[in-house]
Every structure is written in C-alpha cells, then in structure tokens.
C-alpha cells in the first residue's frame, strides 16, 4: 500500500475542486487580475484542477490532456508583474481560508503556491 499524498490527506478531489471554484470567485472580482483572465472561467477552473490535482501528487490529470505543464512559458502572453503575483497568492490565501481541510496540509500548499508565483513574474512592476 502506498502512503497518502498531500492530495489525498487535503481531502482529494472534492476538496480541490471547492478550493478552485471560491479562488477564482476572487480572482474574478479583483481589480488587478480580471482584465487578464477570460469573462468565461469555466475551462480555466477545469485546467486549474487538473494542474493543482497532479501538483499536490494525485492523478497527473492536466499533463495526460495537456502535456507538461511548462507553466512559466504558458505564462509568458500574460503580463505578470510583482503585485499581480501578490494579488494571485491573496486570492488564493482568502480561497484556502474559506476551504475546510487540514491546517498544516493548507499551509504546505500555499507555501508551495507562493514560489511558484513568484516563478511566474515576467514584467517588472509598472510605476503609477
Ligand atoms: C493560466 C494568470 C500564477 C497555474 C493562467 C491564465 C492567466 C493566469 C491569465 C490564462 C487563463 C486562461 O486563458 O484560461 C496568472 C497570474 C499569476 C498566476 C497573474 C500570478 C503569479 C499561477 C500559479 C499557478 C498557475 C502560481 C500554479 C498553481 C495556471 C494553470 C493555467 C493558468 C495550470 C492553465 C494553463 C493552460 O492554459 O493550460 N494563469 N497565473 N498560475 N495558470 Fe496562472
């Protein structure tokens, strides 16, 4: 028998799919990071958990549909700038505040979260 993974100890999918849902609630309704994302999040939530799935180390569902993720370089058609990526990452603090799973297993995911937003940061931040 195989140890569980972070995947299945946050709660597997019904929890993921809870957890994306009120994320992009946020994300949606926040000033800096709509005008970038599509009005219809519908398939951007469905890869979202299928990425977050196979992050967290449950079935690799976004690369048996996707390929590999390369999520820097999927990035790049979207200006990403320091206070998006903080906007991101405070999206997904309210997200995961709002989701009922294990404490410390929330907080491995958003520190994971939190390098790998900083990743994506491919415009320096634009001077007001
Ligand atoms: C796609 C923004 C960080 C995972 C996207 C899209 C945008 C975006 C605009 C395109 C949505 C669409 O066309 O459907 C951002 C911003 C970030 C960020 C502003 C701030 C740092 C992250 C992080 C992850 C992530 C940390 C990893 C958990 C994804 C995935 C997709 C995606 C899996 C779908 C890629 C695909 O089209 O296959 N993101 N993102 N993003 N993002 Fe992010």
Redesign the pocket.
Known sequence: TKQPSPYDMIGGENVVKDLVEKFYQRVSSHPE?SP???ED?T??RR??V???TQ?LGGPSL?TEE?GH?R?RA??LP?Q?TPS??Q???ECMQLALSETEADEHEKRMLFER?KH??QH??NTPQDRE
Do not use: D, G, S, V
Request: positive net charge; charged residues 15%.
């Open positions: 990071l970038i994302f599509p999040l398939e951007t890869k979202q299928q990425f977050m992050f976004y996707h993720p999520l999927r990035h979207f990403i998006r990526a906007a991101w990452l979260l790998t937003a994506m940061i």
